[in-house]
């Protein structure tokens, strides 16, 4: 079976501020990992994902995350956010072994950003 | 991009009426497409997979007599809510799989938002 955790239901954060959100996982094999963003009445957005190879990976709109094997974490970060990145953002795995094509997203991070 | 839609966008329904959502791939052919629920500030939460040619694949807890899915084409997948209830009031969300594609090219829909008076 393959799991998701994200441990922020919410964060709030300054414009030009950095900012993480926190993902792990739980899978007996090999994963892909994803990142969602979703905005108001809309549906999901790729930022990012890890198939394999360098464990840092670059996104649109300036996010990164790096996938940590022995942590079985997948943080997402950016390091200047603007009003515009205000969302909620999604953690997928894919456990393509164990689930096929299926995925299982975490609980959701909203971001909400101050001005 | 690959585009996805879904039509209607927006519904609002009496209780105990069917309400039909339609999922189209208007880029590429489609073998498999998912079916999502999402409750208010809460995750995605798949319902079935849609197979094009075969039965729907539902997850457990979800009433396949309730929810409908009829994926008829390669392009196109329908979910059809069957004696809508207040509790049906959800959005819901499609996905698509490019034919020979895996989870990691995977397209979502914009969404359809059901709401059961």
């Known amino acids: 079976a393959q799991s998701v955790t994200q441990l922020d239901s919410q964060v709030p954060v300054f414009e030009e501020a950095p900012v993480e959100l926190r993902c792990n996982y739980s899978s007996s094999v090999s994963v892909y990992l994803f990142w969602y963003v979703q905005y108001p009445n809309q549906g999901l957005q790729l930022l990012l994902k890890y198939l394999s190879g360098s464990t840092l990976v670059k996104g649109i709109n300036g996010f990164e995350a790096e996938f940590n094997k022995s942590q079985t974490s997948f943080h997402l970060r950016k390091p200047s956010v603007h009003i515009s990145d205000t969302a909620e953002y999604f953690c997928a795995v894919n456990s393509w072994a164990a689930a096929g094509n299926k995925l299982t997203f975490g609980g959701g991070t909203r971001v909400l950003v101050k001005p | 991009g690959a585009v996805v839609s879904q039509h209607p966008s927006r519904v609002i329904c009496k209780s105990g009426t069917s309400v039909k959502i339609e999922c189209r791939s208007l880029d590429f052919q489609a073998t498999t497409m998912f079916w999502y629920r999402q409750f208010p500030k809460q995750s995605l939460m798949l319902m079935a997979t849609s197979n094009e040619g075969s039965k729907a694949t539902y997850e457990q807890g979800v009433e396949k007599d309730k929810f409908l899915i009829n994926h008829a084409s390669l392009t196109l997948s329908t979910l059809t809510v069957t004696s809508a209830h207040p509790e049906d009031s959800s959005f819901y969300i499609c996905?698509?799989?490019?034919?020979?594609?895996?989870?990691?090219?995977?397209?979502f829909g914009p969404g359809t938002r059901l709401t059961v008076l």
């Open positions: 996905s698509v799989i490019p034919s020979g594609g895996l989870a990691d090219t995977q397209y």
